[in-house]
């Protein structure tokens, strides 16, 4: 019976014995396998760190590119709404900031007299005044008088006026025109503004640059420049010429509204430009809501200036004396090189 259990017990300890170092040996090669993993993963570390950088640097030109592009393309902030009073201070300020700046500023045509400012601003629509000016001096050496023009032969007026554009239908409004003064005001340019807009070819914007140049009456001239301007200054929304008129004429008393035309026409033709404004040298950039519109950069904005601003002969063959006395250079007659 001693024997049995002994052997019992032998046969259970054979069995056992040879089970233990094979456990051993898993847990020793698992503990291995571990440790190399986690050599492994040290090892990667700053290979992976590496490459993560590598990325982060290449990405970021693209992503200040894309910051810089969110910044242009972010809203500017809104202009706060002004009462009428705080509306008439701010555009006065601007006349009187503009007239500063142009103290000079007179009509851009070149005339003697009434008749021959007359024709030149209806010569002056949908083209230059340079052009104009360019032009005229041979019209009116051939035809100093009303009564000269009005019996012209249209073939040879429309040869002269050729370069000025649409030449056919300002041929037929400058006799007409002629014939009208002739006939209805002896021969006389009529000083108010209710004779001046029978006349064909004539409306209000060429009525008031006569009344305020020719005859010291003031008026608005409501050109091309002047509507751009005082909706980009937000005094009126108005679209048609008569409503800005009335609109930016109840902002200021009727005795500036020459200078003022001259002030804000003198600006756009130099400064505020419909495509790229230059902002960045602009003397009214802080009363201004458009500011940003155009380039803010004052050495690039300064290239943008034309005329005497930027270095450029004005428009004038034969400018008043204070323009010269200012800097102003005389342009080109027709032909000639408009230099630097």
């Known amino acids: 019976m001693v024997v049995r259990r002994d052997s019992a017990v032998g046969e259970q300890g054979s069995d056992a014995a040879p089970g233990a170092p094979k456990k051993a040996t898993k847990a020793a090669k698992a503990v291995k ?24 640097k290449k990405a970021a030109p693209a992503k200040k590119a894309v910051a810089k592009k969110a910044a242009a393309e972010k809203p500017k902030a809104a202009w706060k709404p002004e009462s ?13 900031e503009l007239g500063e700046v142009y103290p000079y500023a007179h009509p851009e045509l070149d005339f003697e007299n009434s008749f021959q400012l007359l024709v ?27 009564e000269d023009l009005s019996a012209a ?3 040879e007026v429309e040869e002269i006026l050729r370069p000025c554009g649409f030449f056919r239908a300002k041929t037929k409004s400058v006799i007409g025109l002629s014939k009208g003064l002739v006939e209805q005001f002896g021969g006389e340019v009529p000083g108010r503004l209710e004779d001046l807009v ?135 007659p027709l032909g000639g090189v408009q230099g630097k």
């Not at 396998?33 to 982060?56: F, M």
């Not at 091309?224 to 800005?244: A, G, M, N, S, Y």
């Open 153 to 155: 032969n249209p073939e």
């Open 198 to 332: 029978k006349l064909p070819g004539v409306g209000r914007k060429t009525a008031f640059v006569v009344l305020g140049n020719a005859f010291g009456r003031p008026g608005i001239t409501v050109d091309t420049h002047f509507q751009r301007l005082v909706r980009r200054w937000r005094w009126t929304e108005e679209t048609e010429p008569d409503k800005i008129e009335a609109a930016v004429g109840a902002l200021f008393p009727k005795s500036d509204w020459t200078d003022l035309s001259h002030h804000v026409i003198w600006h756009g033709r130099r400064m505020c430009h419909a495509r790229k404004p230059a902002c960045g040298v602009c003397p009214i950039a802080p009363l201004c809501p458009a500011y940003g519109e155009g380039e803010t950069d004052p050495e690039k904005a300064r290239k943008l200036l034309k005329y005497e601003k930027g270095g450029f002969p004005g428009q004038r063959l034969k400018p008043p004396q204070a323009y010269l006395d200012a800097g102003g250079r005389p342009a080109p």
């Open 120 to 146: 030149a601003t209806v010569l002056s629509a949908q083209t230059t005044d340079l052009r104009v000016n360019q032009t005229t001096p041979t019209l009116f050496a051939k035809y100093p008088t009303p």
């Open 84 to 96: 009428h009073t705080a509306l008439v201070r701010r555009a006065r300020r601007i006349d009187r």
């Open 33 to 56: 396998k571990a440790a190399a993993e986690k050599t492994a993963v040290k090892r990667a570390a700053p290979a992976k760190s590496a490459a993560k950088k590598a990325v982060a």
